[in-house]
């Protein structure tokens, strides 16, 4: 949640994973240091929209 460029390449990562994995398989999106609120970069609201895009869910957690 702290990394826009991360978050601005999951859609490639999407595209990987299609490509290369059997159609059924499960993802799920999950954006990490959601506890780092003053570094945030991404809202909760852009994740859980990106992931609605690709029928995924989306959760937040904190590696703490």
């Known amino acids: 949640m702290t990394d826009r460029e991360t ?3 999951v859609r ?3 595209s990987e994973i299609e ?3 059997q159609s059924n398989v499960c993802k799920i999106l999950v954006g990490n ?3 780092l609120e003053s570094q945030r970069s991404v ?3 852009e994740g859980r929209d990106f992931a ?3 029928n995924m869910p989306f959760l937040e957690t904190s590696a703490r």
Request: aromatic share 22%; net charge negative.
């Open 7 to 9: 978050f601005e390449n």
């Open 12 to 14: 490639t990562w999407i």
């Open 19 to 21: 490509k290369y994995s």
């Open 33 to 35: 240091k959601c506890d």
């Open 43 to 45: 809202t909760t609201e």
């Open 52 to 54: 609605a895009q690709f």
